[in-house]
């Protein structure tokens, strides 16, 4: 009775009940505890199996020694239950029925579940894919994701949330806190959210919590796509006319011609090799490889001016820069070192700083072919290596404004009506 009593002190409630819609076929049914703190609940099950008629009213009804030891069982868990709560009490952590109820499963291994250490034990798994999965830019990448949601906990003074805790209210905040704090665009705060439901999916995989409280939530994407920033015909020949002293900066100016004569992306300029190169029937060249980031693959036509750059880097002299460690052919720098170079040449040429990055190039490949020429979106979708021809069509079809003069220039809804 008194521990009745204690319990009922601690917690909202604590709660023996038996499952009659659950009654297997022998005609048992299972026992569970219900846990109730601010409201809520959070079911745990005993693992105990007896007739109906032998318990009543939260208690096992005893006259055999098996169900004198289910009863002893149940006192246990209620006293462990108390101790999880006090433990929490003890070191000012916020009290909930699904925290409870993951140190209790855990076996107050507490670090079990916390976000920091699975995030970080995560990290260290992801270091590991490096160079098999992703650049390291990629784990750069996941490293900050993990800084960020850390931060957002300290600003909110949970520092030691638990997995358990991470649902749709805290995701609603940290959005917040991205979008008004940090003026992050919602393209990055969507691949935050998905870094962050992996290492939640990766502690529900390695039994450290129990559900993925936000496997459901999504961002959805902005209907409006801007103006594709690209270079234009002007700005690509002057920068194929620019000669530079610094050897570093020809390495960069030279990768990015490849990338707009290509449409590569960086992480696959990173590794091109020569066995992205084949030669088809009549002769031609063309490079064939499957995308990093989706594993699609992309089929170029490798034109005159990428075939020049290849040729010119084919002897592979580039490599005596022991700041050039990619094991592709093109000496390619890391991507911070490649677009800080890249923002030099820009000034260099008296081109915007804004139409230099390494995914401008993949940009005006697209752009300069789909204005420029009759190839359809499709074969450009194609070249791309896009998994869908409404990616391309949503971010490429845009024609410009000197194409839509030279089409509408002998139009006439005067000569039109008279037919």
């Not at 239950?81 to 433990?87: A, P, Q, S, Y």
């Not at 559900?211 to 270079?231: A, C, D, P, Q, T």
């Not at 791309?384 to 021809?389: K, V, Y």
């Amino acid at each position: 009775m008194n521990s009745k009593t204690n319990i009922q002190q601690k917690f909202t409630r604590i709660l023996f009940y038996k499952s009659p819609k659950r009654e297997n076929s022998s005609g048992l049914v299972p026992i569970y505890c219900r846990i109730t703190a601010n409201g809520k609940r959070s079911e745990i099950s005993t693992g105990i199996f007896i007739k109906p008629e032998q318990f009543d009213n939260g208690e096992i009804i005893a006259s055999t020694p098996t169900l004198n030891n289910y009863q002893k069982r149940l006192e246990i868990i209620k006293a462990d239950l108390i101790e999880v709560e006090t433990n929490l009490k003890i070191k000012n952590q916020p009290i909930t029925s699904e925290k409870i109820k993951h140190i209790y499963l855990n076996g107050f291994k507490e670090s079990y579940g916390i976000f920091s250490y699975v995030a970080d034990e995560w990290l260290g798994k992801q270091g590991q894919l490096v160079d098999i999965d992703f650049q390291y830019d990629g784990y750069i990448k996941r490293k900050r994701v993990v800084e960020r949601f850390n931060k957002f906990l300290e600003s909110c003074n949970k520092t030691q949330i638990y997995l358990c805790e991470i649902k749709e209210a805290v995701i609603n905040d940290y959005c917040l806190y991205c979008y008004s704090k940090l003026n992050l665009s919602k393209t990055y705060v969507r691949r935050d959210l998905m870094f962050i439901k992996a290492i939640i999916n990766y502690a529900v995989i390695n039994d450290y919590t129990s559900k993925n409280y936000i496997s459901h939530y999504k961002i959805k994407k902005s209907r409006h796509v801007g103006e594709i920033k690209s270079l234009s015909l002007e700005q690509l020949k002057v920068l194929s006319e620019a000669k530079f002293h610094s050897i570093a900066l020809q390495y960069t100016k030279d990768c990015f011609l490849f990338q707009c004569y290509t449409g590569l992306a960086f992480v696959d300029l990173y590794k091109f090799s020569m066995q992205h190169i084949t030669k088809d029937n009549t002769g031609k060249l063309w490079c064939i490889i499957h995308r990093q980031k989706t594993s699609s693959k992309s089929t170029i036509p490798l034109t005159m001016e990428a075939l020049s750059i290849i040729e010119k880097y084919s002897d592979l002299n580039h490599k005596v820069d022991s700041n050039i460690k990619n094991p592709g052919l093109l000496p390619v720098y890391c991507n911070q070192t490649y677009n800080r170079l890249l923002k030099e040449i820009a000034l260099i040429c008296n081109i915007d700083t804004n139409l230099m990055t390494s995914h401008t190039a993949r940009k005006t490949f697209a752009m300069v072919v789909l204005n420029n020429s009759n190839v359809s979106i499709e074969t450009v979708s194609k070249m791309l290596g896009h998994t869908r021809i409404d990616v391309t069509q949503q971010y490429y079809a845009y024609v410009d404004k000197n194409k839509i003069s030279n089409e509408m220039q002998n139009f006439s809804f005067t000569n039109l009506l008279k037919n």
